[in-house]
């Protein structure tokens, strides 16, 4: 059974950084799909970065040139290094990987930046 934790999340004053992991297990896959969401309170959930099964990356307006995705495929997992992070920033962030065709999402990780 194919399970996705996140891990990471916290508590940073703006400008500050964290990086969120996201640990896959219950597959023999190492290159797969991932996506990072996030979900503002009132808010729709929002992809804010993806990386392919080839390791192309793509990013949303919104956090290109302060977030990077990577991934470890040893480990199996995604990383979310978050740079220059501002209150608007804050919200639940979600991964999301796809392995033969079908999505699993982990349970996400708070992040709030606030002075």
């Known amino acids: 059974q194919v399970r996705v934790v996140e891990s990471g999340g916290g508590l940073v004053q703006p400008g500050g950084s964290l990086r969120l992991s996201c640990e896959v297990s219950?597959?023999?896959?190492?290159?797969?799909?991932a996506g990072w969401h996030r979900q503002a309170p009132g808010q729709r959930r929002e992809l804010v970065a993806s990386?392919?099964?080839?390791?192309?990356?793509a990013y949303d307006e919104s956090v290109k040139g302060r977030f990077t995705i990577s991934r470890d495929s040893a480990k199996k997992m995604v990383h979310l290094q978050m740079n220059s992070l501002e209150p608007e920033d804050t919200a639940v962030y979600y991964c999301?990987?796809?392995?033969?065709?079908?999505?699993?999402w982990g349970q996400g990780t708070q992040v709030t930046v606030s002075s």
């Open positions: 990386i392919s099964s080839n390791d192309n990356e």
């Open positions: 219950g597959t023999s896959i190492s290159t797969y799909y």
């Open positions: 999301k990987v796809t392995l033969d065709f079908q999505s699993y």
